[in-house]
């Protein structure tokens, strides 16, 4: 027989309570960070818990093919497809949002760390939430999540210089987006 595999009702226990084990310790862990990225996807607290928890169920069906490695990554790819499945099916017109290049033009070159310290957090968040989903994304996960651009591409199936792009183009329209509302024309 192989390795881990038992015939009798208690060795059969013992091998999916392994696996439960494993799971828990290589994927709960991340839990906050798939609540997080789900959250700023969906826009909505109830619909970031059900994809999270369709997200990890699907990873627990499909943990036997997790073969180790960085787990984080693997938890939010899985979440990003499953937030980006769901959104097809429940809201298919916001997937498809065009990021107008013209509306969204940086005309002040006002310095980043002026804005940073006038920032209000409720504009920023309104702000992040205006961007389109896959700039969003992008941002959740370098920005708040602290992932590598590597990191980042592999979870999103991304080339790296379309990681790359995308951040740099949601951050000039979040700076934009600032610029404006210091001046007193908020959207």
């Not at 960085?70 to 429940?90: A, E, G, H, M, P």
Request: charged share 30%; hydrophobic share 40%; net charge negative.
């Amino acid at each position: 027989m192989g390795e881990g595999i038992y015939l009798t009702k208690e060795g059969t226990l013992l091998q999916k309570e392994n696996i439960n084990i494993r799971f828990e310790e290589a994927v709960l862990p991340h839990l906050d960070a798939a609540y997080n990225l789900a959250h700023w996807l969906t826009r909505d607290p109830a619909d970031a818990d059900d994809v999270v928890q369709e997200a990890y169920l699907r990873a627990f069906k499909f943990f036997d093919g997790f073969h180790g490695g960085d787990s984080r990554s693997w938890i939010l790819k899985i979440v990003r497809n499953t937030c980006y499945s769901w959104l097809q099916k429940n809201r298919g017109h916001q997937i498809a949002t065009e990021f107008d290049e013209e509306r969204h033009s940086n005309e002040s070159r006002d310095p980043e760390a002026a804005l940073i310290g006038k920032i209000d957090s409720q504009m920023l968040k309104s702000l992040l939430e205006e961007l389109p989903v896959e700039f969003r994304e992008i941002v959740i996960l370098r920005d708040l999540e602290g992932m590598s651009y590597k990191e980042i591409a592999g979870i999103s199936d991304l080339p790296l210089g379309t990681v790359m792009s995308r951040l740099a183009r949601a951050r000039r329209h979040l700076q934009s987006g600032l610029a404006s509302f210091l001046k007193g024309e908020s959207k």
